[in-house]
């Protein structure tokens, strides 16, 4: 067996965090976080240079035995440490392993307890590696939870003023979430019966050994007619398991024709809407969104752009990876509900985004408006509007992380975020201002960046879509143009015409050697997948495809 390399990927931070902890050596510890950060990038560019994109499986899967629990008459449950990655998880544990390298050579304003801080900072990207790359979902929730301590401690001991606030409300409201997704998870793995485990604990199989399509149908059906004793079933985690409506016992309330409704509504729909709802407090969706700007504000620079670039991610990935595979049938049928939140997701965030006054909260509501893109592509159930999904989680996570690095040059500066207190400051910052002219026009989706593809995609895949209204794709489009207006607006008052400072003592500065290799590497991105779209649409294309060819239309 060769290298483990999807473990080493989420070990390797594990590792270094634990050594930052413990190591009492205050200068060198952003070495090391930096260093460790450098050496999984360097595993992931490999990992992507071997990647077979002709594949619509899994690949690099890794998988040990975890914990086996007899259940008596209920059969037995298996849980495993499982990891896979495909076209989606590639895309989003690149994303994060960039991201994260970026914001820890970016702590410089961290002065205090650094050895606690690089700690939580590599805990927490483990966390994320290991929700992306999770194929059982009790591992994907263990990796979920655990990521709500390293933030909520980076956000409490680092934060702003109000920092107890922001990170006890992100604590609770992810906690809430968490327990949506809790409830439906065991009840699922309950109703649900893993035909390949109860096929190897009847020795009918071997480990390792192929499950055909008529083997697995075979199966199935045996459990179905009552062939096989209760106490010889196997219930697991395995998403693929779970994702088969025909893994699902007869006797249950989530089976698709057990009559059994509350408030009008199956087992089945409440499931696939505790989940959504669970996923959506992440991504965030109005109206579960009020956490974010909180913990924005109050979050140190390096933070907000692994909340914004990274964290709110895990949302659309839950609805990708859980919420949609295992109630396919009650997405599509809530498909306009889904379409008609993300719309308002748009409109409402701009308009905030409009009226604010502190341009880190700008940039927070910013992104509650452009997630709102990747719920309505979502909605679509359309292969464009899915891709624009896709693309847009990449495209956002580069661009707000790129928005709050720019946001945090000038707090460094000044130590003030109003956007009234600036003006013409492209005379002092030529080079800062080329880099925010960059974030602006991508992040309002101008032809030729990055931002524009996801926008197009989604939208154009929630004008072609059957299965939900066209009136919110057209409040979609509206969403673009108050975008132009806050961004335009936030550039004219604060880089052109003459300079007035709110403090004629403040001191401005160019971009250092960092800042230009942090904020160019993101921009540079940016323009590059705007004009070559394909090196992000051929690595999701696949997932895409392959799923929903699966859908019960």
Same mark, same amino acid.
């Given at each position: 067996m060769g290298l483990p390399l999807l473990s080493c990927i989420i070990l390797l931070p594990l590792i270094g965090s634990l050594v930052a902890a413990v190591v009492k050596w205050e200068n060198g510890i952003k070495y090391w976080a930096t260093g460790i950060s450098a050496i999984q990038l360097v595993a992931l560019i490999y990992v992507g240079t071997k990647f077979d994109h002709s594949a619509s499986s899994f690949q690099w899967n890794e998988e040990l035995n975890w914990i086996q629990l007899p259940l008596g008459s209920l059969g037995e449950?298996?849980?495993?440490?499982?990891?896979? #990655?495909?076209?989606?998880?590639?895309?989003l544990i690149a994303l994060t392993g960039f991201i994260s390298f970026l914001a820890i050579i970016n702590s410089h304003s961290i002065q205090e307890k650094k050895g606690a801080y690089f700690s939580l900072v590599?805990?927490?990207n483990a966390a994320l590696m290991g929700c992306f790359l999770s194929?059982? #979902?009790?591992?994907?929730?263990?990796?979920?939870?655990?990521?709500?301590l390293p933030m909520?401690?980076?956000?409490?001991?680092?934060?702003?003023p109000r920092k107890n606030y922001a990170s006890i409300k992100f604590f609770l409201y992810t906690l809430i979430g968490s327990l949506f997704?809790?409830?439906?998870?065991?009840?699922?793995?309950?109703?649900?019966?893993?035909?390949?485990?109860?096929?190897k604990h009847?020795?009918?199989?071997?480990?390792?050994?192929?499950?055909?399509?008529e083997a697995l149908k075979n199966i199935q059906t045996a459990i179905a007619n009552k062939e096989i004793a209760n106490f010889d079933l196997v219930h697991s985690f395995d998403m693929q398991a779970l994702s088969d409506v025909n893994n699902c016992q007869t006797t249950s309330i989530l089976h698709p024709n057990s009559g059994w409704l509350l408030n009008g509504l199956s087992a089945r729909m409440w499931g696939f809407w505790l989940l959504f709802i669970g996923f959506a407090i992440k991504l965030p969706m109005v109206p579960l969104h009020t956490w974010l700007p909180d913990a924005h504000v109050?979050?140190?620079?390096?933070?907000?752009?692994? #909340?914004?670039?990274?964290? #709110?991610?895990?949302?659309?990935y839950g609805w990708l990876r859980t919420a949609i595979p295992f109630f396919p049938k009650e997405a599509l049928e809530s498909a306009n509900i889904m379409a008609a939140l993300g719309a308002i997701s748009i409109i409402y965030g701009a308009y905030n985004a409009l009226a604010m006054s502190d341009l880190k909260k700008l940039v927070a509501y910013s992104s509650v408006s452009h997630?709102?893109?990747?719920?309505?592509?979502?909605?679509?159930?359309?292969?464009?509007?899915?891709?624009?999904?896709?693309?847009?989680?990449?495209?956002?996570?580069?661009?707000?992380?790129?928005?709050?690095?720019?946001?945090?040059?000038?707090?460094?500066?000044?130590?003030?975020?109003?956007?009234?207190?600036?003006?013409?400051?492209?005379?002092?910052?030529?080079?800062?201002?080329?880099?925010?002219?960059?974030?602006?026009?991508?992040?309002?989706?101008?032809?030729g960046f990055s931002g524009f593809i996801g926008e197009f995609f989604s939208l154009l895949g929630a004008f072609t879509s059957p299965y939900i209204q066209p009136v919110w794709a057209v409040l979609g489009a509206f969403g673009i143009l108050l975008g132009a207006g806050y961004f335009l607006w936030t550039f004219q008052k604060v880089y052109l015409g003459k300079t007035n400072l709110f403090n004629t003592a403040w001191k401005l500065p160019d971009l250092n050697r960092l800042e230009i290799f942090s904020l160019f590497s993101l921009g540079i991105l940016s323009i590059l997948f705007g004009i070559l779209p394909q090196l992000i649409l051929d690595w999701s294309k696949y997932f895409v495809s392959n799923f929903l060819t699966t859908l019960p239309y």
């Open positions: 449950f298996v849980i495993k440490y499982s990891l896979g #990655l495909d076209g989606l998880s590639f895309l590599l805990l927490l194929r059982d #979902l009790f591992l994907f929730y263990v990796f979920f939870e655990f990521m709500l909520y401690f980076l956000i409490g001991i680092w934060g702003g997704i809790l409830i439906v998870m065991l009840g699922i793995s309950l109703a649900y019966i893993d035909p390949y485990e109860t096929a009847l020795g009918l199989i071997q480990e390792g050994q192929n499950f055909d399509l109050e979050a140190p620079t390096p933070i907000s752009v692994i #909340l914004a670039g990274v964290l #709110l991610k895990i949302g659309a997630m709102g893109f990747v719920l309505l592509g979502i909605a679509s159930f359309q292969a464009e509007g899915w891709q624009g999904a896709i693309y847009q989680l990449v495209s956002h996570g580069i661009l707000s992380s790129l928005l709050f690095l720019v946001v945090g040059v000038l707090y460094e500066r000044t130590h003030d975020r109003q956007i009234d207190h600036y003006a013409g400051i492209a005379t002092l910052m030529p080079r800062f201002t080329l880099i925010s002219g960059i974030a602006i026009f991508a992040s309002l989706g101008l032809p």
